[in-house]
């Protein structure tokens, strides 16, 4: 069925070190990805996003990429610190709705 | 602003009962939601508004009833709770869609966490 895909489902790094999340999609009419991150106890809070008219953007150590050809986006986050420790999730629009991927627990390690 | 508050933070029932999770949002967002949150599975799309007075269902409506009086609430109602319904339940809002279908951030709140024994 229509869905988002997100990988892995965990991420270790050591502080200092890039991560990358990967998502895939299946609706082709999708045109906004945005990533949210969730903190322990805390409701998700968005970080980034895109829209199917650009491939790349950019906020400091945040970047997303796309592949609309492909149907899949990635989250880069480069220098990782202990406070990006965190779950985040990947999203696009299916079916007209907002879906979002299963999330990914990413631990940084001092 | 608070931006989304969303009452009670934890609470248990008991199977068969009722309970109305509350969500009031004070940044006059015409779209508001209803998310569940299950151990890795991400968020699954209860129910949803697009203003006053208009619901509809998402990707999990059952078991779930909500309604949307003025901008600010948007109330979830369990009638008949049920163990499979144990979860943390996260009410968002967001702008309303431009007229060229931009879709735009959804605030999120803070959670509620519910167990059903």
Redesign the interface.
């Known amino acids: 069925g229509e869905n988002v895909e997100?990988h892995p489902?965990t991420l270790s790094v050591q502080e200092g070190d890039s991560a990358v999340i990967k998502c895939t999609y299946s609706d082709s009419a999708s045109?906004?990805f945005?990533w949210?991150k969730q903190e322990l106890?805390?409701?998700?809070?968005?970080i980034i996003?895109i829209?199917s008219n650009v491939g790349e953007k950019k906020d400091q150590r945040i970047a997303v990429t796309l592949n609309k050809t492909a149907k899949h986006f990635s989250l880069h986050i480069t220098e990782t610190q202990p406070e990006d420790s965190a779950v985040y999730?990947c999203a696009a629009?299916v079916g007209g709705?907002?879906?979002?991927?299963?999330?990914t627990i990413l631990t940084v390690h001092p | 602003n608070a931006g989304v508050t969303q009452t009670p933070k934890f609470r248990i029932l008991k199977i068969g009962q009722s309970m109305t999770l509350q969500c009031t949002q004070d940044m006059n967002h015409n779209y508001m939601y209803w998310y569940r949150q299950d151990p890795g599975m991400g968020l699954k799309l209860i129910y949803y508004s697009v203003g006053a007075g208009i619901t509809d269902k998402g990707e999990v409506p059952n078991g779930y009833n909500v309604s949307r009086s003025t901008t600010e609430d948007f109330p979830l109602r369990l009638e008949l709770a049920a163990p499979s319904q144990t979860s943390v339940y996260f009410c968002a809002s967001s702008y309303s869609r431009g007229l060229s279908g931009t879709y735009n951030e959804q605030f999120f709140g803070p959670g509620t966490r519910l167990t059903v024994l």
């Open positions: 997100q489902s045109n906004y945005p949210y106890g805390k409701g998700p809070q968005l996003d829209r999730f629009i709705k907002l879906t979002f991927g299963q999330g």
